[in-house]
């Protein structure tokens, strides 16, 4: 048994929560990023390309996050790649956010009104002039409120990667634990470390969410 203080406690769960904040950033943008990719393709006049995100959203909705962690920590190894718990919980990550952003943002942009469709056919807008000029900035602003609120899943999904191996805050939380034998104190700073990253993101999208009720008044 080690014998830490209160303080070497928070300061290894605080050195731990940086790769937490590095881990939810770098999901949320990558997965932004491909979510736009998916959405033009699901929005596409394409058949088989609205089909094909369909199915994408369908299956990383569908199954565990627990379970594409571990897909894509030993699937890659089966194909030569030696790929460590950081790529594969970032890869791991980044799809399953993809697939819950472009799903929020399908709804906000249905919820745009159809006329505004027409409206930029009548001005002989092709498919990508529509969105770009009329359609997704209307949808944008109904969409940062739950695109916001969305991040607090993220921030919470990264605890999973620690069965992985990746050492972020809750497996920091697990080996301190295993050395000190205070689970207790351990976990509970544990969550309130996570209640401080969370919190505010949520304040946050609630405000958004106020601000644009109060517009649309």
């Known amino acids: 048994m080690v014998d830490f203080s209160l303080w070497d406690v928070v300061r290894?769960?605080?050195l731990a929560a940086r790769w937490t904040v590095a881990l939810s950033l770098i999901a949320f943008v990558g997965g932004g990023v491909v979510g736009l990719l998916l959405l033009v393709a699901r929005l596409s006049p394409s058949r088989p390309a609205r089909l094909a995100v369909a199915g994408y959203v369908q299956l990383f909705?569908?199954?565990p996050l627990l379970?594409?962690?571990f897909l894509a920590y030993f699937g890659f190894a089966l194909f030569g790649f030696d790929t460590s718990a950081w790529t594969a919980a970032a890869v791991a990550l980044t799809l399953y956010t993809s697939a819950f952003l472009a799903e929020i943002w399908?709804?906000?942009v249905e919820s745009v009104p159809r006329g505004q469709w027409e409206a930029a056919r009548s001005l002989a807008?092709?498919?990508g002039e529509q969105l770009r000029h009329v359609v997704l900035p209307q949808a944008l602003r109904i969409a940062v409120p739950p695109t916001v609120g969305f991040l607090v899943q993220v921030?919470?999904?990264t605890a999973?990667?620690?069965v992985i191996g990746f050492v972020e805050l809750t497996k920091a939380g697990t080996m301190i634990t295993n050395a000190t034998f205070k689970p207790f104190l351990v976990y509970g700073c544990v969550a309130l470390l996570y209640f401080a990253l969370c919190f505010p993101v949520s304040l946050y999208a609630r405000r958004l969410e106020r601000q644009?009720?109060?517009?649309?008044r």
């Open 12 to 14: 290894n769960l605080l």
């Open 61 to 63: 909705q569908g199954t």
């Open 67 to 69: 379970m594409q962690l």
């Open 106 to 108: 399908r709804g906000c």
């Open 125 to 127: 807008m092709n498919f």
């Open 155 to 157: 921030v919470k999904g």
């Open 160 to 162: 999973l990667a620690s």
């Open 212 to 216: 644009l009720h109060a517009a649309h």
